[in-house]
């Protein structure tokens, strides 16, 4: 069992999870129930869209830093559709062709003209939120409707809707990752020039990968509206460094084709249950970011001693059996 968690980033970061939440509810009574595991998935929901646009790009051995502003784009796009008296699931549907758009020109740039994705997602990170400034002259977009609240407010079982389609976008992508078009995905952030060999399309999949991203983003931006009923100038800044975070706490490497959609979960709950945490703690949020930075650290430090022990032990074990196999062949030789 303990072999497995070590060997396991995600199963590291899940008990180490629990037993924040353990520590959390012996000090506070009442933190443990199913209204703060309610609270926790409603607190992550946007973090959890936005990692789970970026997965797949970093799959890919991309990196896509744009998300946070394709997110507030798509925000903006929404709230001044429905304040322009637009139904609200055409004024959705604007949001999402928004993000969409912006994600296959981020997409259009690597996969198509070449450019480092980190260049181009810095580049597209400044249009898309000076747009959006442009938009809004800089204001905030205030007086949403009431039909769009109710989509962030809790509904069926505690869940809100953009809860429960968090929840399907997640079963989603878990299904496809697991089949035949799915492991293209893996392959190519793997090995790219294998990936060229056995004739997958890689620059089609890079740009579909970025164009998910932004479908992600812009539905972040629905749920960040929908959640807190305005869209502020600055929404969804810097939220793409959070997520990335938490991406490579839950096992996504940076270098690509390595990553589980169990670890995207569970890096984002690890994130909201600190920040949740505190507040049942009743610590101030400006602590959030330095225990937050702090909890990470010590993740990152725990997983990398127990995958160090066990690289340790394993070469030993293999030290200890060719010295066997060697021995007989030496007594015989001396008995020659």
């Avoid at 997520?243 to 490579?248: E, K």
């Amino acid at each position: 069992m303990l072999e497995r968690i070590a060997r396991d980033r995600v199963a590291t970061l899940f008990f180490v999870t629990l037993a924040v939440l353990l520590a959390v509810g012996a000090a506070a009574p009442g933190f443990l129930s199913a209204r703060t595991a309610s609270i926790i998935w409603s607190n992550g929901l946007v973090l959890m869209l936005v990692a789970l646009g970026i997965f797949p790009i970093i799959l890919t051995r991309n990196i896509d830093v744009s998300g946070g502003s394709v997110l507030g784009l798509s925000a903006v796009t929404l709230g001044l559709a429905l304040n322009a008296g637009v139904a609200l699931p055409l004024a959705c549907g604007a949001a999402l062709g928004v993000g969409v758009m912006a994600g296959a020109l981020s997409g259009a740039l690597v996969a198509l003209l070449g450019v480092p994705s980190i260049v181009a997602t810095l580049g597209t990170l400044g249009l898309f939120r000076g747009v959006m400034l442009i938009a809004t002259g800089g204001e905030w977009i205030e007086e949403l409707p009431e039909a769009l609240k109710a989509l962030g407010a809790k509904s069926v079982a505690g869940l809100s809707v953009m809860g429960l389609v968090a929840a399907g976008v997640i079963v989603l992508l878990w299904l496809f990752l697991r089949s035949r078009r799915g492991g293209w995905v893996k392959v190519v952030g793997d090995n790219r020039a294998a990936a060229r060999h056995l004739g997958l399309p890689v620059k089609r999949i890079e740009f579909l990968c970025f164009a998910w991203g932004g479908a992600m983003y812009a539905l972040a931006g629905i749920t960040f509206a929908a959640q807190i009923g305005f869209v502020p100038n600055q929404a969804g800044s810097g939220i793409e460094l959070r997520a990335i975070a938490a991406l490579v706490l839950g096992g996504i490497s940076l270098l690509g084709g390595v990553g589980t959609v169990a670890g995207v979960v569970i890096g984002v709950i690890f994130f909201t249950s600190i920040d949740t945490s505190l507040v049942f703690l009743k610590i101030p949020a400006y602590w959030n970011d330095l225990i937050g930075g702090g909890m990470l650290l010590t993740v990152l430090l725990i997983d990398g001693r127990l995958r160090i022990a066990l690289e340790a032990r394993d070469r030993a074990a293999r030290y200890r059996r060719s010295s066997h196999k060697i021995a007989p062949r030496s007594d015989l030789e001396d008995a020659a």
